[in-house]
């Protein structure tokens, strides 16, 4: 489950709206092919996931969207020792926080396009964290 050189491999959940929205935005990239990993149709297993906590820094816990319905029903008041929980990933994938991209040796949850950017990635029209080139005051100026 690592990327190869100019690849970007993408977790995501094919259910969430936001999870799609960033894989558009990973196939925009240039000079980077994009492997996607939809976890909803195909989870990952107890050693990826410690693999992908590991290489973020981040215990198993801290890999669960504590906003998802099925921790919020089934999960928020229990406590759980990161094996238990990894097994609760692999049979509700859905509790996963996603989007997680993984490239150039560098693990990192996905929120816009400008995360891909602030890793020196380039987006067709986003250049900058401060702003979209075609949302620019300036554009008008600069254009003349």
């Given amino acids: 489950m690592k990327p190869q050189e100019n690849e970007i491999l993408l977790i995501y959940n094919g259910r969430k709206a936001q999870d799609s929205k960033v894989l558009g935005y990973a196939s925009s990239v240039q000079k980077y092919k994009v492997n996607e990993r939809n976890i909803d149709k195909n989870p990952l297993t ?18 669960i ?20 929980m990894l097994k609760i990933v692999r049979q509700h994938p859905e509790i996963l926080k996603t989007p997680i991209a ?29 702003g979209n080139v075609y949302e620019s005051p300036n554009r008008d100026k600069d254009n003349d």
């Fill in 65 to 84: 969207d504590k906003t998802s319905d099925t921790y919020l029903n089934e999960i928020k008041d229990q406590s759980f020792s990161n094996e238990e």
């Fill in 46 to 63: 107890e050693t990826q996931l410690i693999k992908v906590a590991n290489d973020m820094g981040l215990q198993v816990l801290d890999l």
């Fill in 102 to 130: 993984m490239l150039n040796g560098t693990v990192f949850f996905v929120h816009s396009a400008y995360d891909f950017v602030n890793k020196g990635i380039e987006i067709e029209g986003v250049k900058s964290k401060s």
